[in-house]
């Protein structure tokens, strides 16, 4: 210990305020994405009702494409949103190691001489930043955790869902549209 102000120096008492205020940055980080997830979703389905409903009505392949072709680019998005919170998540992990780290010090004050010196290593260990921690984004990210997403929506939309069998409209086969 440099400073003789307590179990731990001022200057690693600074890094700590630092480590916080990251935290508080991360929090609203994956807050937002949240937000954003939720209202994006929200649209998803709303302009997949609207497209469905029309190719319904107007018994056009075309439509019913496109509203495929919607669902794929709103679960693209919904992933790479999915994968900045898992980014984020990951940081605010980490950084509640660095607290739970530092009341431990706190805690063990002078009887663990270890204890301000594993902080410090920690510390320094750490990169400071929720957008400096984050990866580059690579589409194989969406492939590799992202899979089972696509499955189950994969399935919704296929011919075994109850809701296509209910409304009487069977997608992706001939005759398709409401029942005569």
Known sequence: MSDNDGPVSSATKELVRLVELDYERTAK??????????????????AWLAVVTLAVNT??????????????????????????????????????????????????????????EDLEVHLQAHRLGVYSNLRRFRMKDLRRKHRAWFAVHAFALGTDNPVWQESGAWPLQPGWGPVQ
Do not use: M
């Open 29 to 46: 980080f994956i807050e937002g994405v949240i937000g954003t997830s939720a209202a994006i979703r929200g649209l998803l389905v709303t």
């Open 59 to 116: 018994s056009r392949w075309a439509l019913a494409a496109v509203s495929l072709a919607v669902v794929i680019v709103f679960g693209l998005v919904d992933a790479y949103h999915s994968w900045l919170y898992h980014q984020a998540l990951q940081h605010a992990i980490e950084l509640e190691s660095i607290s739970r780290t530092y009341y431990a010090a706190l805690a063990r004050g002078g009887d663990d001489p270890d204890a301000e």
